[in-house]
């Protein structure tokens, strides 16, 4: 330790006459004790207030500067460094040191800024603002057959890219391009991770996934996968996941997307749609999610379901009732709920089976794949009457239904079972799907419903309330009561904040139960009269229309 403490003293005395030898055999002397203690030797750096010296050292035109970077990278290694190497100004000339022609100065200099920012976001988004992202693309494209100084610029585009002030500097770049051309030229798994760890992050803007997809990353995906899918390997299981991963990710910007689509006629799209019939789970889920995302708008939905997706879907659905994947199942659930979402599809979709098929998941218990097997049914319903009716008199789904009604731990699986028991009322206008949600219990559910957050689920519960009172008044009067629905309605209609929609619906729906004794006498108690009087007044036309014929039954009926 004493003679670290003497070379600490020669260096204070050196670095002020710039005498480079002994600044040499000083520097020597701190990283040989660096590499024997690194915590002890960085403590007594601290300690002898050497670090404010070293920007002075940092001098491109200097031989030492590489081994004062070496100083600063090691230093930076202890947590307790990182701000005294800040106090002392070191990253600026560091940052400096980037424009560097000598590759060991480069390298050592990102070690160094690499290590002192390491963890701190507020750091890495100075160096951001500093411009050191088009510095480094640069550096990456001039030395990538230097192995090192690639691998120390893919470390900090990592770390660089979790930034999302990142993004928009590194799409100014030709990142995409370098990305790519250094991805063909690897054959070892470990450095295509590395790649693969900057892309993903990298991938998660819009502008970036397409300049990857201009740029080759697909093809090169495509043949990761061709390589892998049949390989045993840690690492083949792991590129395999990797690159498929990848490729949903790139699919999930819409230019990019359709870029690949090629109106359904694309290699890409076709190579995909290979995945599906897959024995690899991995595969078949990437197509699965693959074809989710190609269909995100209608023009590819017709498309695809008129030549035949739709089928091989329900052919992976069908594996997967007893194998039982459930990313699988929701990959695959998730791609026939957008595919039905055009009117024209629906039919075609009902006419293949779909339904029935969806109907085979209806007992699992994992929440992700009950979400998305009551969407896909709902779109599939919607504006269509007889498979409404089909659906909705089935019993063994309405009880699951009104079961998941209650599922308070999954607000998404409750509001999608609360909109379907709606839907299966509204598009079949059926008295048998009617009584079959009264005797299931689903009455009550559905005036919960009306009082939703979201307008939306309010107007279709209104709705569905509405066509209930009007085909079997006497069946739900019971359910009606237990829940309430006047006083709910009251509520609705007192509410200032309550859409006209959801006015005019309760005021209608008002009218359909005063056939019922104690419902009317219900009416009457809150003196509906008076809410009902003040919305003929409202700005709305159709609501101060609907007021007036409201008042007037109320009056008839008083």
């Known amino acids: 330790m004493d003679k670290l403490s003497e070379a600490l003293e020669k260096l204070k005395l050196a670095s002020t006459d710039s005498a480079t030898d002994s600044v040499e055999s000083c520097l020597d002397c701190l990283l040989k004790a660096l590499v024997n203690n690194n915590t002890e030797a960085s403590m007594k750096i601290q300690e002898m207030g050497v670090l404010p010296l070293l920007p002075t050292l940092l001098s491109p035109q200097s031989s030492c500067t590489p081994k004062v970077a070496n100083m600063i990278a090691e230093v930076a290694k202890n947590e ?27 390298l050592q200099t990102g070690r160094a800024l690499g290590n002192i920012c390491y963890d701190s976001h507020s750091l890495q988004a100075q160096l951001i603002n500093m411009g050191v992202i088009p510095t480094l693309v640069k550096l990456l494209g001039i030395h990538s057959h230097n192995t090192a100084l690639t691998e120390m610029c893919l470390i900090a585009f990592g770390n660089l890219a979790e930034l999302e002030s990142s993004k928009e500097q590194f799409a100014s770049t030709n990142i ?58 840690e690492e083949d299981i792991a590129q395999l996941k990797t690159s498929s991963d990848l490729m949903v990710l790139l699919l999930l910007g819409d230019e990019s997307m359709q870029k690949l689509f090629e109106g359904g006629k694309g290699s890409v799209f076709q190579r995909v749609l290979s995945w599906i019939p897959s024995h ?68 075609k979709m009902l006419s293949t089976g779909v339904a029935d098929v969806v109907l085979k998941f209806l007992q699992s218990e994992m929440p992700p794949v009950q979400f998305k097997l009551l969407g896909t049914l709902r779109m599939l319903i919607d504006t269509q009457a007889e498979a409404a009716d089909q659906l909705g008199t089935n019993g063994k789904l309405v009880e699951r239904l009104v079961e998941w009604c209650e599922a308070k731990d999954h607000a998404g699986v409750m509001g999608e079972s609360n909109r379907l028991l709606s839907a299966l009322i509204r598009h079949s206008k059926s008295k048998e799907v009617v009584r079959t949600v009264i005797q299931g219990g689903g009455v009550k559910h559905l005036v919960t419903m009306a009082t939703s957050e979201h307008m939306i689920m309010q107007n279709e519960a209104l709705v569905a309330l509405g066509l209930i009172a009007a085909l079997d008044l006497v069946a739900a009067e019971k359910d009606f009561v237990g829940a309430n629905l006047v006083s709910v309605l009251h509520k609705l209609l007192s509410d200032e904040r309550s859409a006209p929609e959801i006015k005019y619906n309760s005021m209608i729906l008002i009218c359909a139960v005063m056939g019922s004794e104690p419902l009317h006498k219900e009416v009457q108690s809150l003196a509906f009269i008076d809410v009902v009087s003040k919305l003929r007044a409202h700005e709305n036309k159709t609501v101060s229309h609907q007021a007036s014929l409201t008042e007037q039954r109320l009056t008839a009926q008083s």
Do not use: W, Y
């Not at 498309?303 to 594996?319: A, F, S, Y």
């Open 280 to 347: 690899n789970h991995q595969l078949q889920l990437a197509g699965a999610l693959a074809i989710a995302n190609f269909a995100r708008n209608d023009g590819n939905c017709i498309h695809m379901v008129d030549t035949g997706i739709v089928q091989k879907l329900l052919e992976l659905l069908d594996r997967h009732v007893e194998e039982g994947n459930v990313t699988v199942q929701h990959a695959a659930l998730s791609a026939l709920r957008n595919l039905a979402i055009p009117v024209v599809n629906k039919s």
């Open 80 to 106: 307790f460094m990182r701000g005294p190497c800040v106090e002392a100004g070191l990253i600026p000339p560091l940052i400096q040191l980037l424009n560097s022609t000598d590759q060991e100065v480069l």
């Open 176 to 233: 995409a391009e370098e990305l790519v051309r250094l991805f063909q030229k690897q054959i070892e798994h470990e450095k295509k991770e590395m790649i693969f760890e900057v892309l993903a992050p990298l991938a998660e803007n819009d502008v970036i996934k397409l300049q990857l997809v201009e740029a080759g990353l697909v093809e090169c995906l495509l043949d990761v996968v061709a390589q892998t899918v049949d390989g045993e390997r």
